[in-house]
């Protein structure tokens, strides 16, 4: 049986070896190399014989369980599934998936199914959850919501709930243009469309701008949700390397004078999510200047803008843009509550006219209730007494996970130090388990984070983490590291600890 098993293992590869041996099982399985019913080898027997961990072997073994292609027999073993291999000249047909009505959706890749067994698995109760990119709950203004909301039913009665223009809610709208102001951005209510949170904010520019097989151009690592847009819009992505300033600026001028004509660029200049990066004023400058030269629209995403706790404010992107080459994004997801789902974009006006029309057509309007809830907010104050106590809040949480960060990492660990946003973005030491290998171990012992290379358009970020510090009380902040330096501890080789762990 093991003689089947000359896996050719890439060492210097990006992909992690488990992925590797997943990908070769499958390919052994699908040709008929492996029939159904096949024993496999037991986990440290192939390891041994492959030359890598136990517990990548064990992770692999776990993931083609969840997908149907192994079976595991207490006392037995790991077997192939029956419908699984499809095996030159077999008497009985494989068991094909029950047909879907649906057509096939090409364009989700298995990287999303990966993604979503990690938030499924993030989601346990009880366990210290660093994963997920939501500001945190206990900061959620339970009471002053409450208290909104029955204040509005009471004053506006069935007027609240009835469809909303699908410009916004008018008085939302001008509590948008004075918000922004504050931040430094000139316009008027007609430059203010309120969006279902920012992500469709970002989605209907895409709409817009865009046609099927067009590129846009966001930095590498980048926000999801981005990627998320451009898959579903059959949208090529360019991405441009980032460093610890955002987008490399001279990178992207290479790129535009080799003469690619891309749609539109995307940013997160403050606290890029998942860098937590700054776009220092002299780079914003440059990538004003190439999108004008090269008359390329650019969406600046802001929603972590505000969230500053130290540092020095720079300024928006929109502040400085005077040829309207700039449409400000932003949302009140992440400095008060994601789930009113309350977004804005500013732009001018006979370009955000067009916008409405595909708003319309996407959902109508964003809901009237959450809307006036939001301006009741807004109108009481409470962004600027909320801004307040949250950053606080996070300046403290972020200083409890880098002091824990250092006890309990291992040596050779390197990270950001935020300014602002929510993310530590935490680089392994690359002589041990990759952070997908780390999330399963450390899944195990009930503590999560995001693993890097769900940022990346194509490989990278395979040694990354992404932790959003601010979801956990310092107590928990402190245990949860504990827990992932342990999981790091026991992968690097003390397999005493593994060996009567329970199979995943
Ligand atoms: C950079 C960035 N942009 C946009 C969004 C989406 O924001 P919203 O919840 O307002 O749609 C997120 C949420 O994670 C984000 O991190």
Request: hydrophobic content about 35%; glycine content about 8%; overall charge neutral.
């Amino acid at each position: 049986m093991l003689h089947q098993f000359n896996v050719p293992l890439d060492r210097d590869s990006e992909e992690p070896l488990y992925r590797q041996l997943i990908r070769y099982i499958k390919m052994q399985i699908e040709s008929g190399q492996l029939p159904a019913g096949a024993r496999l080898p037991a986990s440290r027997e192939l390891a041994e014989h492959i030359n890598i961990s136990r517990i990548s072997v064990v992770n692999a073994y776990a993931e083609l369980r969840a997908e149907g292609y192994l079976s595991a027999h207490a006392g037995r073993g790991t077997f192939v599934n029956r419908g699984a291999s499809q095996p030159a000249g077999a008497n009985t047909p494989p068991k094909q998936p029950p047909k879907s009505p649906m057509p096939q959706m090409h364009h989700i890749d298995q990287s999303d199914y990966t993604l979503r067994d990690m938030i499924r698995l993030s989601k346990r109760p009880g366990i210290i959850n660093f994963s997920h990119g939501a500001p945190p709950p206990d900061f959620y203004p339970m009471g002053h919501l409450r208290e909104a909301i029955n204040a509005i039913l009471e004053r506006d009665g069935v007027n609240a709930l009835g469809y909303e223009q699908s410009e916004g809610y008018a008085p939302l709208r001008a509590s948008v243009r004075d918000y922004v102001s504050g931040l430094g951005i000139r316009c008027s209510v007609d430059n203010v469309l309120i969006t279902t949170g920012a992500q469709q904010a970002i989605d209907l520019i895409v709409q817009s701008l865009t046609r099927e097989g067009d590129t846009i151009v966001t930095a590498n690592p980048t926000y999801l949700g981005i990627l998320d847009i451009a898959r579903a819009r059959r949208v090529r992505i360019h991405s441009v390397p980032a460093d610890e300033e955002g987008m490399r600026i001279d990178l992207l001028e290479q790129y535009l004078m080799d003469g690619n004509k891309p749609r539109l660029i995307y940013v997160m200049p403050t606290f890029h999510n998942p860098t937590s990066a700054v776009m220092p004023l002299h780079r914003r400058r440059q990538l004003l200047n190439l999108a004008n030269e090269y008359h390329i629209p650019v969406i600046e995403d802001a929603v972590y803008h505000e969230l500053r706790y130290e540092g020095e404010n720079v300024p928006l992107l929109k502040e400085l843009d005077e040829t309207g080459i700039v449409i400000h994004v932003s949302a009140y997801s992440k400095i008060l509550l994601p789930g009113l789902r309350i977004g804005y974009l500013i732009t001018d006006r006979a370009y955000l006219e067009r916008l409405v029309r595909i708003k319309a057509a996407a959902d109508v309007s964003t809901s009237g209730l959450n809307q006036r809830a939001m301006h009741y907010l807004i109108q009481r104050g409470l962004l600027t007494y909320q801004l307040d106590h949250n950053n606080r809040e996070l300046r403290k949480r972020r200083d409890t996970a880098i002091q824990a960060l250092v006890k309990h990492f291992p040596s050779g660990t390197a990270w950001n130090r935020p300014q602002g946003g929510l993310y530590l973005w935490v680089t392994l030491p690359k002589n041990g388990p990759s952070a997908a290998e780390l999330f399963m171990t450390a899944n195990k012992k009930d503590v999560s984070f995001a693993v890097g290379s769900v940022f990346y358009n194509g490989s990278g970020g395979t040694y990354n983490l992404r932790i959003n510090y601010g979801l956990e009380q310092p107590r928990l902040i402190d245990e949860g590291f504990r827990r992932i330096g342990e999981a790091w501890h026991e992968l690097m080789g003390d397999y005493h600890h593994v060996e009567g762990a329970p199979m995943l």
